[in-house]
């Protein structure tokens, strides 16, 4: 098994042992789109009135050069939980044209 091989399987059986209440940060890099502000309000505002027991502090929205940065904060159970958090919010960037 190669270096790279082990370093991933090293990083997957970490992540397989979160269980628990735990905080997660997740982040998406958002490219400059037309009312931009507009939309990445909706679908932050989207997400949390989907989801409002997950939420573990105020959403941070920053500029970067080339777009914006979304972070969130979120209270999960478990990884699988996380994982359909993660999506959820891709999805909904998709649908604002953030993606």
Known sequence: MGFISKFFRKKADKTE??????????????????QNVEKLQGAVE???????D???EDPRVTQA??????????????KDELMKL????ELIAQRYGLR
């Open 54 to 56: 997950n939420i573990a």
């Open 46 to 52: 989207e997400f949390m009135e989907k989801y409002p």
């Open 17 to 34: 042992e979160i269980s628990g209440p735990f905080k997660a940060q997740i982040i998406f890099e958002c490219g400059l789109v037309a």
């Open 86 to 89: 993660n999506k959820e919010f």
């Open 65 to 78: 050069s080339d777009g914006n940065v979304i972070e969130l904060v979120l209270l999960c159970n478990d």
